[in-house]
């Protein structure tokens, strides 16, 4: 749906809508294969936090560092209102292709669901490696960049396997997603590019 790529979609869905709601997987499904790659001392950056429980559970089960950000100004009101008591978790408005963080201050970014939207916008492919390269330049060397996504792996790896990230890629199929398979893809940086590589489970 090409309305998931505006931020007018957005700004007006939260609106009308400020319940919580989680896209594909909820904390429970992820959290065994998210351990692998996330430490609970982590800082960890939430791309495009939405309205999710994701990081509520994440920081109820022992993560204490989390920013998140979105840039519908709406969602992040209503999430800063509701984890106010949550120290370690910040909130602000901010766009995913466009961060103002510095370089170099998160052990991980965790985006679920939001390079699919990006890929449903305008100028599509360019925002979707914008956002990647965001990503690369606040990830601390050795860090990971998890992505949850609905697309096939092929089409996303076009944007993570770059020679200028550096990165080594492993690409995990979800069950229990709905009737869906769900791929989240781990990469990590500061590998050298031959020891790059993709291992695709086949959904059972």
């Known amino acids: 749906m090409a309305a ?5 979609y957005w700004d007006d869905r939260f609106r009308r809508d400020p319940e919580p709601f ?14 692998k790659y996330i430490r609970k001392s982590d800082a ?22 989390i920013a998140n950000i979105d840039y519908a100004a709406p969602v992040i009101e209503q999430m800063s209102a509701r984890h106010k008591d949550k120290k ?25 669901g939001t390079l699919d939207s ?17 990503a690369a330049r606040v990830l601390k060397p050795g860090g990971n960049y998890i992505i949850v996504s609905y697309g096939q792996p ?8 770059k020679d200028d990230y550096r990165w080594r890629v492993t690409v995990h199929t979800m069950r ?27 959904r059972g």
């Open 88 to 112: 370690g978790m910040s909130w602000q408005v901010m766009d995913a292709t466009s961060l103002s963080f510095g370089d170099g201050v998160f052990d991980c970014v965790l985006d679920k």
């Open 22 to 35: 989680d896209w594909y997987q909820r904390y429970a499904g992820l959290k065994e294969l998210l351990s």
């Open 44 to 65: 960890v950056l939430m791309s495009g936090c939405g309205s999710s429980r994701l990081s509520e559970e994440m920081y109820e089960d022992g993560y204490q560092s």
């Open 118 to 134: 990006v890929l449903c916008g305008d100028n599509s492919t360019a925002n979707a490696a914008r956002m990647c390269a965001e």
């Open 176 to 202: 229990e997603c709905c009737s869906c398979p769900v791929v989240c893809g781990s990469t990590r940086c500061g590998g050298s590019p031959s020891r790059r590589h993709c291992d695709e489970w086949n």
């Open 4 to 8: 998931y790529g505006t931020a007018a």
């Open 154 to 161: 092929e089409s996303r790896l076009t944007y993570l396997e």
